[in-house]
Each structure stands twice: as C-alpha cells, then as structure tokens.
C-alpha cells in the first residue's frame, strides 16, 4: 500500500463522510479515490460501500425518537423487500466482470444524480396511495442499492414518497434505516466472497467518520445550496470521465 495512494483515499473518506452528513453523495468522492489507487472497479465499489456503513448506522441512531413514531408493523413490508432484493443486487456485481461494470456504472451515477437534481420528495403521513408502485419501487432500489450504492439515500427517498402513509421526517428516518440494512446485507456478502479491500477499509472509516462530524458542525454554516451544487458537479463530472473511459478511450 503506497503512501500517497493512502492519503488519497483517506481524504477522499474525511470529505465523503462529510458530503454524507451534510446532504449525501459520499460515494461519488470513494469510488474515485479507490480506482485511483490501481484496484480493479468492482472493489473499489464494494470497498467503498463498506466505508460508508458505519455513517449509516449512525444517521439510524440519530433518528431513535423519530422511529418511536412509526409502527413496527408498518416497516416489516419494505425490510423484508429490502433484504432480499440487496442480496440480489450484491450477488450481480460479485459475478459482474469489471468491463460489465464499468459500462453501468456510469449510467447508474447519472440516475442517482438527476435523482439529487429534481429530488420529488413529499409527504405528510396522512394517507396510503401508491403502496404498491412504493413496494415495486423499492424492489428495485434495493437490487440498485445492493449493486451500487451511489446515491442511495436520495433514490430511497424519492421510492418512499410514492406512499403518502409517512412524515417527510419520517421517511428520512425509514431511509436511513433502509440505507443501513442494504449496505449491511450487500457488505456482508463482498465480505463472505473476498470482494472487500481491508487495507484501506479501516483507515477510510476513520476519516469518514471524522469527516461526519465536522459535517454535521458545517450545516449550521454552509448553504445547502452550496453543497448541492458541488455533490452535482461531481456526479456529472464522474459520469461523463467514466462514459470516456468506457465507451470513447
């Protein structure tokens, strides 16, 4: 492991950890940080996905009174969907080639991106339309979670809304669980199939988690504006460099 290619990666996990914290996107700073060090695409994406669990279970934390809101009966549906898709999702890119993977992954950045971009999220608890456009839709956040985890929060949320029967805080709440448990699920089976980097995981998860902090501190000072403009700016700019990478070069 070269010096420079750790300090590279651990300050691409500080700024990660923060952009997280502050309005998601962490993952279009690590997987480029990782494919830079020279490791093959599909772990330096598993890689990445690992570093950002701990930030996840954090954010669940964070939202313990919120979940005292929501009937348990009411989340059994969308975990139960939620863990068997990721595992699917997981178990595709595991078999993926990193040719196959490199002509997705650019598409699948763009998808995340416009989510973040238009971003329809809404709700105000008081009704239950669309359950089952919100269950398909999570079916397939979850294998797109499992595969890929850039950008999950927003697409989870933009699946959530679909179904007026939670709180905006509320869904925020239920898509930090649901990132958690993806991420849980699709770590487990990298780590069950080798596909996970250690080397850098430990130290990356240092910084990220450092960098969460000072996030947290930024958003009573730093525009939202600011934040998504940039997180959009990266996204774009990690979309076209891979489509050059993978369809031009």
Known sequence: MEPLSLLWV????????GLNSLAGGGSFITLPALLYTGISPVLANTTSAAVLLPGYLGSVFGFKKTFSTIEIKRL???LSLTIIFSIGGASLLINSSDEVFLKIIPFLILLATFLFIFNPVSGDGGGHSKNWYQRFGLSFVSVYGGYFNGGLGIALLSVLSLSREFSLKQMTAIK???SFLITSVSVTVFLLNGYIVWSYVLFMIIFSIAGGFVGAKLTEVLPSRVVRTFIIFIGLSLSASLIFMSYIK
């Open 10 to 17: 651990t300050l691409a996990a500080f700024f990660a950890g």
């Open 176 to 178: 930090s669980l649901l």
């Open 76 to 78: 059994i549906p969308l």
